[in-house]
């Protein structure tokens, strides 16, 4: 079993970066894959990136391709996600997720830990 702690959110400017960071308790924190996730007010929780357990694969939504970058350190039990040039529509609950897998994880519903999430708000 694992818990799953987020960090880093905050209010930010359009354009402006934010990193995210995942402490992750527990053993052997690179048998997870790890994901990202985020929910906006009203909508539904929808993926935003993933690694695999040992960062050599990573997926992102097409929304967030070539402006966020996730990563992991599995010597610290971490996994973060940059996020660059931050737009209005990025504003959500960040959440990060974690599975026990080989592979890189991208539906929400295959992930078994959820951390409690991070709020980022990115005014225009």
């Known amino acids: 079993q694992v818990q799953l702690v987020e960090s880093g959110g905050g209010l930010v400017q359009a354009g402006d970066s934010l990193r995210l960071s995942c402490a992750a308790s527990?053993?052997?924190?690179?048998?997870?894959?790890m994901g990202w996730f985020r929910q906006a007010p009203g909508k539904e929780r929808e993926f935003v990136a993933a690694i695999s357990r040992r960062g050599a694969i990573t997926r992102y939504a097409d929304s967030v391709k070539g402006r966020f970058t996730i990563s992991r350190d599995n010597a610290k039990n971490t996994v973060a996600l940059q996020m660059n040039s931050l737009k209005p529509e990025d504003t959500a609950v960040y959440y990060c997720?974690?599975?026990?897998?080989?592979?890189?994880?991208?539906?929400?519903?295959?992930?078994?830990?959820w951390g409690q999430g991070t709020q980022v708000t990115v005014s225009s």
């Open positions: 997720a974690a599975k026990t897998s080989s592979w890189v994880v991208v539906l929400l519903t295959e992930y078994d830990y």
């Open positions: 527990g053993r052997a924190f690179s048998s997870y894959a």
